[in-house]
C-alpha cells in the first residue's frame, strides 16, 4: 500500500510534469484539471479516505437598524424559504477512513467537525464494520451519526431522519428488493452529553427501495420513543415517502411525504422537544403532508414544495401551519444563473388570529454551470418579507421588533458542498 501510494502521489504532483528526460525520452502528457481531480479522488478511495462536507457564509445586511439578517419566519418544519433568508455561517467537515482487514472485512471511523456563527462542535463521530463472515452485505456502526433519508432543500429541513443522537445501528438487511436499516439511540449527543436525563431512548426502522411502479419507490420509516418523561409522554412516529421519477414529464421528479407522530416522537422519527440537556417539555401529536417538485428542463431548474402540518401540544393550544413556494433558476450565460423564491406561510392557532409571512427573493448566482443543483454557487440577491399584525403580535421579541409588518434584506453568499 505505502509503494502505491507513493507512486500516486509521485504520478500527481504537479511539479512532477516539469521534469523531463534531457535524452531521448518522450515529453511527459498534460492533464487537464478534470483528468487531474479524477486522479486525485482515485488515489484518496484506493487508500480509503473520505472528505465530504458544506459551507455557506457570506455578506448580510437588513434595511433597518438592529433588524434581523435572516430566519424570517413563523417557526414551522415547512416555513424557511432559505434563499436570501439564513444570513448566517456554517460550515461542516467530514473526514473518514476505511481499513480493508482481509477476507471481505473492512471498518472505518468518520467525524464531522462544524462552525455555527462561531460556535464549534461535531454533528457526526462513530465508527462501523461491514463484510462480516454471518452478514457479509450488512454494515454495523455506533455512535454519533446522520441517519438522513431526503430533505426539502429549500426549506433546509430534513424531512426523513433519525440520527444526530449517540445510537448502534445495522444497515442493509435485503426485505426482498428493498433495505432494511434498524437502530437505537439514547437522548445523549456530542453537544450534550448527558445521556440518562428522563432516561430516553429510541428504537427507529428505515425501509426504502421499495419498488411500486415504472420509476416510483415507497419508502417507509418509524420510530418508538421511551423515557420517564416529567413532562409529556412517549412517543412513535410513522413515515411514508413515494419518489416518483420522470412525473407527468421527462426531468420532473415528484415526492409526497405522508407522516405522523405522537409525544416524544418527531415527524422525522427523532426525538421530540427534549430541550439541549435532555429535559422534556411537553409532546404533541402532529401530521404532515408535503408535495415536492424538482426539476432540470434545459436552463430552467427548480424545486417546489405545497405543504399542511398539524401540531397538538400536550399542554397549549393546537396550531395548522401551512406553506406554499418555490425557488426557479434559469441560465441565461456561461457560468451565470438568475434565480427567484416565493413563500406564502401561515399559522392559524384556536382561539388566535391568522398570522401569514411571505417572502420574495431575487438573484444573480455564479456557479460552475446552470443546473438547479450545481455547487458551488455564489449569489447576490435581494429579499422582501411582509407579514401581517397577528405575526407581527406573535414575534415582537424577535423580527417584528416595535410592530413593524415588513423588511428587507440584501447580501452577497457562497454555499458549496463536495
Known amino acids: 500500500m505505502r509503494t502505491k501510494t507513493i507512486n500516486w502521489l509521485w504520478i500527481l504532483l504537479p511539479l512532477a510534469w516539469h521534469i523531463q528526460a534531457r535524452a531521448d525520452a518522450a515529453p511527459a502528457p498534460q492533464l487537464s484539471a478534470e483528468q487531474l481531480s479524477g486522479a486525485v479522488k482515485q488515489a484518496l478511495d484506493e487508500m480509503g479516505f473520505q472528505f465530504d462536507g458544506y459551507l455557506r457564509s457570506g455578506f448580510y445586511a437588513s434595511a433597518g437598524d438592529n433588524l434581523p439578517k435572516g430566519q424570517y419566519q413563523l417557526g414551522g418544519d415547512l416555513q424557511h424559504y432559505r434563499l436570501g433568508n439564513e444570513g448566517?455561517?456554517?460550515?461542516e467537515f467530514g473526514v473518514g477512513k476505511k481499513w480493508t482487514l482481509g477476507n471481505g472485512v473492512s471498518w472505518g471511523a468518520y467525524v464531522m467537525p462544524t462552525l455555527y456563527n462561531g460556535k464549534t462542535?461535531?454533528?457526526?463521530?462513530?465508527?462501523?464494520?461491514?463484510?462480516l463472515a454471518f452478514a457479509p452485505n450488512l454494515t454495523l456502526w455506533a455512535g454519533q451519526r446522520y441517519h438522513r433519508i431526503q430533505d426539502i432543500h429549500i426549506l433546509d429541513n430534513w424531512l426523513m431522519q433519525d440520527g444526530d443522537n449517540y445510537g448502534a445501528g445495522v444497515d442493509g438487511i435485503a426485505v426482498g428488493q428493498a433495505r432494511l436499516n434498524l437502530s437505537v439511540s439514547s437522548s445523549g449527543s456530542y453537544a450534550n452529553d448527558n445521556a440518562s436525563l428522563n432516561n430516553a431512548r429510541r428504537a427507529n426502522f428505515q425501509l426504502t427501495g421499495?419498488?411500486?411502479n415504472p420509476g416510483?419507490?415507497?419508502?417507509?420509516?418509524g420510530a418508538a420513543i421511551g423515557g420517564d418523561f416529567a413532562i409529556g409522554k412517549p412517543g412513535a412516529a410513522l413515515g411514508l415517502l413515494h419518489n416518483q421519477k420522470d412525473f407527468l414529464a421527462a426531468g420532473l421528479n415528484n415526492s409526497l411525504f405522508l407522516q405522523t407522530s405522537t409525544g416524544h416522537a418527531s415527524l422525522s422519527g427523532q426525538f421530540y422537544n427534549l430541550d439541549n440537556n435532555g429535559a422534556a417539555q411537553g409532546g404533541a401529536r402532529q401530521n404532515r403532508i408535503a408535495d415536492v417538485l424538482d426539476w432540470q428542463r434545459g436552463r430552467f431548474g427548480g424545486q417546489a414544495v405545497l405543504g399542511w402540518q398539524t401540531v397538538a401540544p400536550d399542554n397549549a393550544a393546537k396550531y395548522r401551519d401551512a406553506t406554499l413556494g418555490g425557488r426557479l433558476s434559469y441560465g441565461v450565460a456561461a457560468n451565470v444563473k438568475l434565480l427567484t423564491e416565493i413563500g406564502l406561510t401561515s399559522r392559524d392557532t384556536d382561539n388566535q388570529p391568522l398570522q401569514r409571512l411571505n417572502k420574495a427573493t431575487l438573484a444573480v448566482a455564479f456557479s460552475p454551470n446552470t443546473d438547479f443543483w450545481t455547487r458551488p454557487e455564489l449569489r447576490v440577491y435581494a429579499s422582501h418579507f411582509t407579514?401581517?399584525?397577528?405575526?407581527?403580535?406573535?414575534?415582537?421579541?424577535?423580527?417584528?421588533v416595535g410592530g413593524r409588518t415588513h423588511a428587507a434584506t440584501v447580501g452577497v453568499q457562497i454555499e458549496a458542498w463536495w
Open 210 to 212: 421499495i419498488a411500486t
Open 216 to 221: 416510483g419507490k415507497l419508502t417507509l420509516t
Open 121 to 131: 462542535s461535531a454533528s457526526q463521530v462513530y465508527g462501523y464494520i461491514s463484510g
Open 387 to 400: 407579514w401581517n399584525d397577528a405575526a407581527a403580535q406573535a414575534n415582537l421579541s424577535g423580527f417584528a
Open 88 to 91: 448566517d455561517t456554517y460550515i
